[in-house]
């Protein structure tokens, strides 16, 4: 085991998934620390900000003492390297999952190659639980208390009612 190795997991988590706590909950047991770099993701519209992710994060993964979670812009590379981590944790749920971040891995590989990509397949409960998928639940009422924490779950409803789309 790699204890001593420092482990970036990135993402939006927008919102944070049980299948994104159980990604991080194999990976602490393989590494010394896991940082879970929330990602401000230009290229996506969050229905959460940065900040709220974060904190999301920080609530769903309190139980993990080598865990912390930090929110980042730019590239992931510039992240990855400047905490030192050896390696990047990638959650793969399927085939399609697996073609880009296989593409992702490779690209990554170039722009430091000092740094191994690990890919970790949540349980299978969790492997079709997507953000996506429960964002969507969410705003159109449904109940999305099977697919993320009761932190979350809060938070999820208190953001639609904000956004008056209860």
């Not at 992710?53 to 139980?63: I, K, P, T, Y």
């Not at 492997?127 to 999305?144: C, D, H, N, P, Y």
């Amino acid at each position: 085991m790699a204890y001593d190795v420092i482990a970036v997991y990135p993402g939006t988590f927008d919102p944070m998934t049980l299948g994104h706590e159980d990604v991080v909950r194999r990976a602490v047991q393989l590494f010394g620390t896991v940082i879970v770099a929330v990602a401000a993701g230009h290229h996506k519209k969050a229905l959460f900000t940065l900040q709220e992710r974060v904190d999301m994060a920080r609530d769903a993964l309190s139980a993990f003492p080598q865990v912390t979670v930090e929110g980042f812009q730019g590239l992931v590379r510039d992240f990855v390297v400047a905490r030192g981590a050896k390696a990047m944790v990638r959650g793969v749920r399927a085939v399609t999952d697996f073609d880009y971040e296989f593409q992702l891995a490779g690209m990554n590989r170039h722009l430091m190659p000092e740094v191994e990509t690990v890919f970790m397949t949540p349980s299978d409960r969790y492997q079709f639980i997507s953000s996506t998928f429960v964002r969507e639940i969410a705003i159109l009422g449904g109940e999305v208390d099977k697919f993320v924490s009761d932190t979350v779950q809060h938070r999820l409803v208190e953001k639609v009612r904000s956004l008056g789309r209860e």
